[in-house]
């Protein structure tokens, strides 16, 4: 049965350069969400959506192609202790999305394998000891060794490193797995995309006590080592980074908040944009900082192409603020910044295109709210009306 999708509210606000998204729609989830991760679960070329909840569940959205979500059968499913991070990846090979879930204030990772239509259920050995000191918080998965069997790679704060596992084709890791030393504690997220241009995964982390981030460099063996120059100084208290290329020059680069309970001085509360040299080496953006005015709780970011025009924006939640902040990019490193009230609490936002058109949406994860909501940019700017 299809979920009554219900218009929370639809305006515009106006501003000829920040167009504010205008349609919402909310979409009920597991008690208190977190983390969500956007992909195609039962190959029907539509992204779906699935939602950690911090209830120990992972709601599972199927895309019905008609703008609208309903859940997969036997959503939500049991994800283990707390999740705080997802991952969609084909484990086993199988031909079928799985999911990789952290389990955060315990030592594991579970892995859920897909049917190919939208349902999971546990690998064999799930749920993974990871061995993390003291438990895991993010994850990224790409093949490190070349082998064709997607690797995971996790944090171990408290020992200043990370760790990377192979995947053993069946659905599982081999554990335990080979730790790297990294900046002072990698806390919160890392992630993996090709810094250097080599075919390889490299890996990023955020290190929160000595304000940097850790670029590895991967060797396609199952090795990696530290960029030249890394770490990078990435802003007071970085917790948070996504990947994108801000500057459209064909490098990937980072866009980094902090942790702004553990910021001495507001004037520091702001997104670090650092650009990619396409070698492994990172430098700020020059109109970096971009100050997070009226964001109180950085939880998350995310960045992508908003309005179909080619340049990408950035987006933070605010949790404590419970407003969503949107970074027009306005090119040659200009953004105009907009808000807008979202319910929020410490949930995440993804950027994604939800209905093929070339035009990414704005979700986020309402923890408070127990629900997911859907952002869109308006097409053109319009007299002001309300929807109900």
């Not at 990224?140 to 997607?150: E, H, Y």
Request: glycine fraction near 12%.
């Amino acid at each position: 049965m299809i979920l009554p999708r219900f218009l929370l509210f639809a305006f515009f606000l106006y501003s000829a350069a920040s167009p504010v998204p205008r349609r919402v729609f909310s979409y009920p989830t597991g008690k208190s969400p977190k983390c969500i991760a956007i992909g195609d679960l039962n190959h029907d070329g539509r992204p779906d959506i699935v939602v950690g909840n911090e209830d120990g569940t992972v709601t599972v959205l199927l895309n019905d192609g008609n703008d609208s979500f309903h859940p997969a059968p036997g959503s939500p499913f049991q994800a283990g202790h707390l999740p705080n991070d997802i991952v969609i990846a084909d484990m086993n090979r199988d031909g079928n999305p799985d999911l990789v879930i952290v389990n955060t204030q315990s030592p594991y990772l579970t892995i859920l394998l897909g049917d190919g239509k939208g349902a999971f259920h546990p690998a064999s050995g799930s749920p993974v000891n990871v061995h993390s000191n003291p438990h895991p918080h993010g994850i990224a998965v790409a093949d490190f060794n070349g082998d064709g069997i997607p690797d995971v790679v996790t944090d171990s704060w408290a020992d200043n490193q990370i760790e990377l596992l192979l995947g053993d084709g069946s659905g599982s890791l081999r554990t335990p797995g080979k730790f790297f030393a990294v900046g002072r504690r990698p806390y919160e997220r890392l992630r993996s995309a090709d810094f250097n241009h080599d075919g390889n995964p490299d890996v990023v982390t955020t290190n929160l006590d000595d304000d940097t981030v850790s670029i590895l460099l991967g060797d396609g063996k199952g090795g990696l080592h530290p960029a030249a120059g890394s770490p990078f100084p990435a802003g007071a208290k970085p917790w948070q980074v996504t990947i994108d290329d801000i500057n459209h020059d064909g490098n990937p680069d980072l866009i980094v908040i902090p942790y702004d309970r553990d910021v001495a001085n507001d004037a520091q509360i702001a997104v670090t944009v650092l650009l990619g040299d396409g070698k492994g080496g990172f430098r700020p953006m020059p109109t970096s900082p971009l100050h997070l005015t009226g964001c109180r709780g950085a939880a998350s970011v995310a960045a992508g192409d908003l309005e179909g025009n080619g340049l990408h924006d950035i987006a933070v939640l605010c949790a404590s603020s419970r407003n969503l902040l949107t970074f027009e990019n306005q090119d040659r490193g200009q953004f105009a910044e907009t808000s807008q009230a979202a319910p929020s609490g410490w949930g995440s936002v993804v950027i994604a295109d939800l209905i093929g058109k070339g035009k990414n949406d704005l979700i986020t994860a309402d923890n408070e709210a127990g629900s997911i909501t859907i952002y869109r940019i308006p097409q053109a700017i319009t007299p002001l009306k309300r929807t109900h």
